[in-house]
């Protein structure tokens, strides 16, 4: 499997990614690109960022074996990676610390960003405190009413928060709302992206800046149960916890890697997020991949109990990864992630973030299959505080 | 078949003449309105129409465009509606140079290459996808050179020298120069390094430039004609269309008025 080298010069992902932009960003793109390239292999910038995240950010994040979890299952060991220890509450700040240094170099004085549960905007918010630059959130205005603690945070830690009142008035909108941002400030302004998704180079940055979660991961398991896991199990909205956990195992043929979907209130019907199992290819956000459309092409609305999942397309090199067969995709109700937040809270004290329950959700289907010999290790992305008024409105 | 821009601008360029180009959502309010509009700016000197077709995430256009895209898609409007309508247009016998304006996704949706195809069989002469840079989908390119559809490519203020040389090369029939960093929509001043960035395009091609985003005055429309080889004017068309359709017809005329007597 070739994924080591993709994307390629492009930002092509086989037919997938690209670079979808009117002209007015294609030099900030460029010029991202050609930075980023540069500071990649920089050991200075390796060390500084390795430094905000040791220090500042919490890393690396514990492996715990749920071992109550796997009890109840009857079989097979359950480990968690616990991002949800992470400063700001989930790995976005793994991404925005990154982001935030990197536009620091490129001497931008303001970051834009997009959020859909608010995670990303905290964490954007935090890097931009860090790094004293500005910071502007877009998050639209239904998602703003669903999470208005994060709001609140974002508003505490000195960003701006801009309500998007467009189209579906969330993660999709507030994508368009920060792209048209960058297009009017794109001298000044950084477009700190939250995930693998949006133009090239920032699927395969974004992952870069993500891999350190699955780097950790197979040091840690090879540590505690000395050999690499069977399965991997993660959510995936637009894709960058599950990307950059998964992409360190890719090369490991006998790990079996399933991505978890949003079904929201299931497949078949039209409430849900499930982008690669229900979409096929269009072009959003400056990239190409599954994207949920009508059959004019327009872009249908997505829908999951959990904001931070509630976005119509998904990262490109997770089309990529679908068609190879590489890694699978499964959905999971809002119903079944609600049951999974429940089994984790009551049996480990551990309160999930709704995204996470989602993967939580599959272990009731994934672990009859196992063999007790099996490991399974979950990447639990972020904590449930910004969920729990979700929560009590349905359990 | 006949491409009405080819002949549209080689008339130009023996007469002199200023282009005026109006962009249309197609659909906004409605698509008989669309029609009379299209024939009605025809009548009044336009020289090109966008055909714009609405997507629901028109990420390069500000509110005004935003909201004709919004009303026009809850009509359901398709690609087969925009067909439908220039055939329509070429059968009452309209010459006017029409351009398919609009996202890639509803293209790729419908088949790029057969898209090219039924557009040039519909009559209509050109397209431009905003958010297709020219080094994305190569046969679907390769589809438009051949079957003659021109290819109309956006020049920004902040493409550097050596790309917008290469962008005006592949251009077909006009150059589009995006006349502010930011979304469409009206403007009350234009940026002030505009005038050096079509001077600089001017000597870098004999193709007409024209200059689009942000122009909503006739006063604005005349002053840019005059450094550009003429202007695209689209958020404000809406704006008046919200009022009506002969509010849209009044100011169409006035506007060509204005690029014409430039």
Same mark, same amino acid.
């Given at each position: 499997m070739k994924t080591r080298k993709l994307p390629d010069s492009k930002g092509h992902f086989g037919p997938y990614g690209g670079r979808y932009v009117p002209e007015t960003l294609v030099k900030a793109c460029e010029e991202l690109t050609l930075a980023y390239q540069a500071i990649k292999n920089d050991k200075n910038f390796r060390k500084e960022l390795r430094y905000y995240l040791e220090t500042y950010a919490g890393r690396p994040t514990p492996l715990y074996e749920a071992k109550h979890l796997a009890a109840h299952f009857g079989r097979g060991r359950i480990f968690l990676k616990r991002e949800d220890l992470l400063h700001t509450g989930a790995h976005k700040i793994n991404n925005t610390l990154a982001q935030g240094l990197l536009a620091k170099r490129l001497g931008k004085t303001r970051v834009v960003a997009e959020t859909g549960a608010g995670q990303h905007g905290v964490a954007s918010a935090t890097a931009a405190c860090v790094f004293g630059l500005?910071?502007?959130?877009?998050?639209?205005?239904?998602?703003?009413?669903?999470?208005?603690?994060?709001? $609140?945070?974002?508003?505490?830690? @000195?960003?701006?928060?801009? !309500?998007?009142?467009? @189209?579906?008035?969330?993660?999709?909108?507030?994508?368009?709302? #920060?792209?048209?941002?960058? &297009?009017?400030?794109?001298?000044?302004?950084?477009?700190?992206?939250?995930? &693998?998704v949006g133009p090239h180079p920032y699927p395969g940055m974004v992952r870069d800046f993500q891999e350190v979660i699955g780097k950790e991961t197979r040091r840690q398991i090879v540590k505690a149960a000395g050999r690499l896991p069977s399965y991997l199990l993660a959510c995936v909205g637009g894709g960058s916890n599950s990307m950059g956990f998964f992409h360190p195992f890719l090369k490991d043929r006998d790990?079996?890697?399933?991505?978890?979907?949003?079904?929201?209130?299931?497949?078949?019907?039209?409430?849900?997020?499930?982008?690669?199992?229900?979409?096929?290819?269009?072009?959003?956000?400056?990239?190409?991949?599954?994207?949920?459309?009508? *059959?004019?092409?327009? &872009?249908?609305l997505a829908h999951s109990i959990s904001a931070g999942l509630d976005y119509p397309s998904v990262g490109p090199e997770h089309s990529y990864l679908k068609d190879s067969g590489r890694v699978a995709y499964r959905a999971v109700t809002d119903a079944d992630a609600l049951k999974g937040f429940d089994l984790l809270t009551k049996l480990e004290g551990i309160m999930p973030a709704l995204e996470p329950a989602h993967a939580l959700g599959y272990l009731p289907k994934l672990m009859p299959k196992t063999r007790s010999s099996d490991i399974v290790i979950v990447c639990l992305s972020g904590r449930g505080d910004k969920d729990i008024h979700t929560v009590q409105q349905h359990l | 078949m006949k491409n009405y821009l080819t002949i549209k601008i080689q008339e130009a360029r023996k007469k002199k003449r200023k282009l005026f180009c109006v962009f249309l959502t197609l659909g906004y309010p409605s698509i008989a309105a669309t029609e009379r509009l299209i024939l009605s700016s025809e009548k009044a000197g336009v020289d090109i129409i966008e055909l714009g077709f609405p997507f629901s995430d028109p990420l390069a256009d500000g509110p005004t465009i935003q909201f004709s895209s919004e009303q026009a898609i809850k009509k359901n409007v398709t690609i087969q509606d925009a067909l439908a309508l220039v055939r329509r247009l070429r059968q009452k016998g309209s010459r006017i140079p029409i351009l398919f304006f609009g996202y890639f996704n509803p293209v790729f949706s419908y088949g790029g290459k057969d898209f090219v195809r039924d557009a040039r069989s519909a009559g209509m002469d050109g397209l431009i996808i905003p958010d297709l840079p020219p080094e994305e989908e190569e046969e679907f390119q390769k589809a438009c050179r051949k079957q003659k559809l021109q290819?109309?490519?956006?020049?920004?203020?902040?493409?550097?020298?050596?790309?917008?040389?290469?962008?005006?090369?592949?251009?077909?029939?006009?150059? $589009? $120069?995006?006349?502010?960093?930011?979304?469409? @929509? #009206?403007?009350?001043?234009? !940026?002030?390094?505009?005038?050096?960035?079509?001077?600089?395009? *001017?000597?870098?091609? !004999?193709? !007409?430039?024209?200059? @689009?985003?942000?122009?909503?005055?006739?006063?604005?429309?005349?002053?840019?004609?005059?450094?550009?080889?003429?202007?695209?004017?689209?958020?404000?068309?809406?704006?008046?269309?919200?009022?009506?359709?002969?509010?849209?017809?009044?100011?169409?005329?006035?506007?060509?008025?204005?690029?014409?007597?430039?």
């Open positions: 500005k910071c502007v959130v877009y998050m639209g205005a239904v998602d703003m009413e669903r999470q208005a603690l994060n709001v $609140y945070k974002m508003k505490l830690l @000195g960003a701006e928060v801009r !309500p998007v009142h467009s @189209g579906s008035q969330t993660l999709k909108d507030a994508t368009n709302e #920060a792209i048209r941002d960058w &297009v009017t400030n794109v001298e000044d302004t950084h477009y700190l992206l939250g995930s &693998v790990v079996r890697i399933i991505g978890i979907e949003a079904a929201g209130e299931g497949v078949s019907t039209p409430h849900h997020a499930a982008s690669i199992t229900k979409g096929r290819p269009g072009i959003l956000h400056g990239m190409k991949s599954y994207l949920l459309q009508d *059959k004019n092409g327009q &872009v249908l | 290819r109309i490519l956006l020049v920004a203020p902040t493409t550097q020298d050596k790309r917008a040389k290469m962008l005006v090369g592949k251009s077909q029939g006009f150059i $589009y $120069y995006v006349s502010l960093r930011g979304v469409t @929509g #009206a403007r009350k001043a234009l !940026p002030g390094d505009m005038k050096a960035h079509l001077l600089k395009l *001017k000597r870098m091609t !004999p193709k !007409p430039v024209l200059a @689009g985003f942000g122009i909503s005055t006739p006063e604005q429309a005349k002053n840019i004609s005059r450094m550009s080889d003429g202007v695209i004017v689209g958020s404000a068309v809406i704006e008046h269309l919200k009022r009506g359709v002969p509010s849209a017809e009044r100011f169409i005329e006035k506007m060509s008025r204005a690029v014409h007597g430039a």
